[in-house]
């Protein structure tokens, strides 16, 4: 089983800066890819993000590219996300996922394992 454990959330004002973490423990050795999805209140949750863990191979949904950047740390089994420039319809709760198929999906179905997600709230 795998586990995902978000932090980093918390309230700036438009144009800061946060970064999000992202634990993953358990048995990782089928972890082949990893992504950030947000889902505001009302809305359906959409893709952010995505990241090989093997070859950092990187996508980004196009409401957020230019401002944030993913990575990950395979040692620590963290994933990141730097998101600067936030603007107040960056406000969402922030899930990170994984799943056992190295193929970048924006589409939240495919991914197998995630956490319990990370407020960020943008005021401006």
């Known amino acids: ?3 995902l454990v978000e932090s980093g959330g918390g309230s700036v004002q438009a144009g800061g800066s946060l970064r999000l973490s992202c634990v993953v423990s358990g048995y990782t050795g089928n972890i082949h890819l990893m992504g950030w999805f947000r889902q505001a209140p009302g809305k359906e949750r959409e893709g952010v993000s995505c990241i090989t863990w093997s070859g950092g191979i990187t996508y980004y949904a196009d ?4 401002r944030f950047t993913i990575s990950r740390d395979n040692a620590k089994n963290t994933l990141y996300l730097q998101m600067n420039s936030l603007k107040p319809e960056d406000t969402a709760m ?4 994984a799943r056992s198929v190295s193929i970048c999906s924006m589409w939240s179905a495919v ?6 997600g990370t407020q ?3 005021s401006s």
Do not use: E, L, N, R
């Not at 409401?63 to 230019?66: P, R």
């Not at 922030?94 to 996922?97: G, K, L, N, P, S």
């Open 1 to 3: 089983q795998v586990q």
């Open 111 to 116: 991914f197998d394992y995630w956490g319990q």
């Open 94 to 97: 922030y899930y990170c996922a």
């Open 120 to 122: 960020v709230t943008v």
């Open 63 to 66: 409401s957020v590219k230019g």
